[in-house]
C-alpha cells in the first residue's frame, strides 16, 4: 500500500495488497483468512491521508471487501435498510434511490429484497464501482470523491439517500450532509449511518451539530435515530469487542 513513511513494511502496511498476494500464492485460503487479518487491512486505511491513496486503497481492498467485512460482522448495512423498510410507505418499485459510496453494492443488494428497483450508485473507488456494476442492480454508476467535488446529480431527484460506512474521520467531511438533504426529493428520506466508539466521537458530535441546524433551518426532519452497542467488531488497539455506532433517518418536508 503507498505510504508516506519510510518505515520498515509491514503486513498491516500493506494492507488488501497481502490478500492478493497470500490467494496468488496459495499461502492462505478464504476460509482460514482470520479477523487479525481484517484488523490490519482495516488499520492500513488509516495510514492513507492523500485522495490518490485511499482511492488506491479501496481499488485494492475491492475483490476481498465483503469478505472482510461479513468477517468484521460490520450490521450498519442491513439495519439501515431495515429502517428504511419501516419508514417508507411510497411505491417501491417506482422510488430512485442514490446510494452514496456504494462500494460493491451491499446496500443495493439488500433494498431490492425490499421491493426497490432503481439505483443510482456514487464511490470514489473504481474498483469498487466495477464490482457494483456486476450487480446489475444500478442504472447509473458514478465516481466522485465526497468533500472535495460537488455530489454529481440532479438536486431534489432521490426518493431515498443512503450514506452507509463513509461518514467517518478522514473520509467523507459532515459537510457533505447538505448536499445529500439537495438530492432528496420533497418528502423523500436520507438514512446516514456512522460509528460512534471514542475515535469518532468528535466527528459524531460535529455531525449532530449540523443534523439538528439543518433541522432548525426546516430542511429536513428527524424519524428516527438509533444507537447500536454492536454496530462492528473493534480494531482499535485501545478497544475489545464490539464498538458502537448510530443510524439516523430523516425527512424532508412534503411538498
Not at 465483503?66 to 429502517?83: G, Y
Request: charged content about 25%.
Amino acid at each position: 500500500m503507498l505510504s508516506t513513511k519510510t518505515e520498515k513494511e509491514t503486513p498491516a502496511d500493506r494492507g488488501p495488497q497481502l490478500h492478493q498476494h497470500q490467494q496468488v500464492n496459495g499461502m492462505m485460503s478464504a476460509e482460514n483468512w482470520t479477523f487479525e487479518n481484517v484488523k490490519a487491512v482495516i488499520l492500513s486505511a488509516h495510514k492513507n491521508t492523500t485522495s490518490s491513496n485511499k482511492i488506491a486503497f479501496y481499488d485494492n481492498w475491492a475483490e476481498n471487501y465483503d469478505q472482510d467485512v461479513a468477517i468484521l460482522d460490520f450490521r450498519a448495512p442491513r439495519l439501515a435498510v431495515k429502517s428504511i423498510d419501516s419508514h417508507f410507505a411510497g411505491d417501491r418499485e417506482a422510488a430512485v434511490v442514490l446510494d452514496v459510496a456504494c462500494g460493491t453494492g451491499q446496500v443495493a443488494k439488500l433494498m431490492k429484497r425490499h421491493g426497490f428497483r432503481h439505483f443510482v450508485g456514487i464511490d470514489g473507488s473504481r474498483g469498487m464501482m466495477e464490482l457494483a456494476k456486476k450487480t446489475e442492480l444500478y442504472q447509473d454508476l458514478k465516481q466522485c470523491m465526497l468533500g472535495e467535488e460537488p455530489l454529481p446529480v440532479q438536486w431534489g431527484s432521490f426518493d431515498v439517500v443512503m450514506i452507509i460506512g463513509a461518514l467517518s474521520i478522514g473520509h467523507v467531511p459532515v459537510s457533505v450532509v447538505r448536499e445529500l438533504c439537495k438530492a432528496t426529493k420533497p418528502g423523500g428520506y436520507i438514512c446516514m449511518a456512522t460509528r460512534s466508539n471514542y475515535d469518532h466521537l468528535e466527528y459524531k458530535a460535529a455531525l449532530e451539530c449540523e443534523l439538528k441546524r439543518m433541522e432548525e433551518e426546516g430542511l429536513w426532519v428527524c424519524v428516527d435515530k438509533t444507537e447500536v452497542e454492536d454496530w462492528e467488531k473493534a480494531v482499535s488497539e485501545k478497544e475489545e469487542g464490539y464498538i458502537s455506532g448510530c443510524l439516523y433517518v430523516y425527512k424532508t418536508p412534503a411538498p
